[in-house]
Antibody, heavy 121, light 108 residues
Framework: EVQLVQSGAEVKKPGESLKISCKGS????????IAWVRQMPGKGLEWMGI????????RYSPSFQGQVTISADKSINTAYLQWTSLEASDTAMYYC??????????????WGQGTLVTVSS | EIVLTQSPGTLSLSPGERATLSCRAS???????LAWYQQKPGQAPRLLIY???SRASGIPDRFSGSGSGTDFTLTISRLEPEDFAVFYC?????????FGQGTKLEIK
């Protein structure tokens, strides 16, 4: 069974750094793309970017390029989303999701449970 | 970047009725790489439809997708109580793989 298990909720202050994780199991981690999706409180889904776990090839939405870093450690089947300096506007639920197929052009068929990030002074 | 516009913003219907949700793209969606997701409160999204018209595994046949190019539709033939949720379309043919803003399907 394919599973994506995300790290727990975080409460941070503006200016702090943060790295959240998404651990995949039940499939060959290095053969699939993983996406990160933001959902601000009461709002819709926003595609942030994707990473190919096999070689860490990464693509970003222009809206998030330079604001976050997506990475992966294939030795522990884990993808990451990180910030160097959080802002209050980063408060949101963040989902990781795996593409259904090995190609990048496939939908998001498997989702993590979400990580709630709260940034407040 | 392809902008997806969903309509209506909110759809109020009763169980047993037919729901029709629209997703319009600002430019052609490559190879009809268009997906629909359902999200219930407090839950992660769930894939319903991919390739504009193919049902994902385990999705009831009352859900169907259609369309091509720039105009796509999600139809729920007879609404069940558990179908009421927010629905999003997403194009995954051209990076960034954008989502629509969502349609909330609520019980009338």
């Amino acid at each position: 069974e394919v599973q994506l298990v995300q790290s727990g909720a975080e409460v941070k202050k503006p200016g702090e750094s943060l790295k959240i994780s998404c651990k995949g199991s039940g499939y060959s981690f290095t053969n699939y793309w993983i996406a990160w999706v933001r959902q601000m409180p009461g709002k819709g889904l926003e595609w942030m970017g994707i990473i190919y776990a096999g070689d860490s090839d990464t693509r970003y939405s222009p809206s998030f390029q330079g604001q976050v870093t997506i990475s992966a450690d294939k030795s522990i089947n884990t993808a990451y989303l990180q910030w160097t300096s959080l802002e209050a506007s980063d408060t949101a639920m963040y989902y990781c999701a795996r593409h259904t197929g090995t190609a990048r052009v496939s939908p998001l068929g498997y989702w993590g449970q979400g990580t709630l990030v709260t940034v407040s002074s | 970047e392809i902008v997806l516009t969903q309509s209506p913003g909110t759809l109020s219907l009763s169980p047993g009725e037919r729901a029709t949700l629209s997703c319009r793209a600002s430019q052609n969606v490559s190879s009809n790489y268009l997906a629909w997701y359902q999200q219930k409160p407090g839950q992660a999204p769930r894939l319903l439809i991919y390739g504009a018209s193919s049902r994902a595994s385990g999705i009831p046949d009352r859900f169907s997708g259609s369309g091509s190019g720039t105009d796509f539709t999600l139809t729920i033939s007879r609404l069940e109580p558990e179908d009421f949720a927010v629905f999003y379309c997403q194009q995954y043919g051209n990076s960034p793989y954008t989502f629509g803003q969502g349609t909330k399907l609520e019980i009338k």
